[in-house]
């Protein structure tokens, strides 16, 4: 079955970048997304990747996927204080329509 | 755009109560998702509807819990008999589907606690 992991903390300095890690077991996963969400609040959706891709770019975040050790990564350029919440790595596996979630990482931006 | 709406926001009952929660997707969206997320934890999948057809069931989804579209545009999400294990976050999401993309818009969450 589809497993998602990510490390549970981070803590960065403002300006600097962040880079939030994540690893899949499915190796049928299509799609790859990043979602944030803020305290009390619902998931906002941030980026995705094709499972074809190995980068994307959107403004200040950058996704890096490795597909043969299944590893990806959501760098956040120039940190800002507004970035501090839960980061969710999901994955959509071959024909699936529902989301497998990690259990997010919890950046906190340090002015 | 109003994005997906999700009411109550904030439900408190007792065990052994019946709660029902709603959900508006994005207006144009034929995909309507039921998640649950616990303190700490990813959201887990419950169920989704294609129109008015509910397709899938996650093992999740006991026997009390039930999940209409009738018309294929709001949904709802009943829970009977209610267990404080059922206190959680309840997301709904939309999305368009039939595309190569599909993307999943989340609405705010109902947060239900029993007490």
């Known amino acids: 079955g589809e497993d998602v992991e990510q490390s549970l903390f981070l803590s960065v300095r403002e300006g600097d970048s962040s880079v939030i890690n994540c690893t899949y077991t499915?190796?049928?996963?299509?799609?790859l997304y990043w979602y944030k969400q803020e305290p009390g609040a619902g998931l906002q959706l941030l980026t995705y990747?094709?499972?074809?891709?190995d980068m994307k770019q959107d403004q200040r975040l950058t996704v890096l996927l490795n597909k043969k050790d299944k590893h990806l990564s959501l760098r956040i350029a120039d940190t800002q204080t507004g970035d501090s919440a839960i980061y969710f790595c999901?994955?959509?596996?071959?024909?699936?329509?529902?989301?497998?979630f990690g259990s997010g990482t919890q950046l906190t931006v340090l002015p | 755009d109003t994005g997906v709406s999700q009411n109550p926001r904030h439900k408190i009952t007792k065990r052994g109560q019946n709660v029902t929660f709603r959900c508006d997707p994005i207006?144009?969206?034929?995909?309507l998702y039921w998640y649950r997320q616990t303190l700490g934890q990813g959201p887990e999948f419950l169920t989704y509807?294609?129109?008015?057809?509910?397709?899938?069931k996650s093992r999740l989804l006991s026997d009390r819990f039930s999940a209409e579209r009738p018309k294929g545009s709001f949904s709802t999400l009943e829970i009977q008999r209610t267990e404080q294990g059922d206190s959680a976050m309840y997301l709904c999401?939309?999305?368009?589907?039939?595309?190569?993309?599909?993307?999943?818009?989340f609405g705010p969450g109902t947060r239900l606690l029993v007490l």
């Open positions: 999901a994955e959509r596996a071959g024909s699936a329509r529902q989301l497998t």
């Open positions: 990747i094709f499972s074809n891709m």
């Open positions: 499915d190796s049928s996963s299509t799609y």
């Open positions: 509807f294609q129109n008015e057809a509910q397709l899938e």
């Open positions: 207006s144009e969206h034929n995909r």
């Open positions: 999401a939309s999305s368009r589907g039939g595309g190569q993309v599909e993307t999943q818009y």
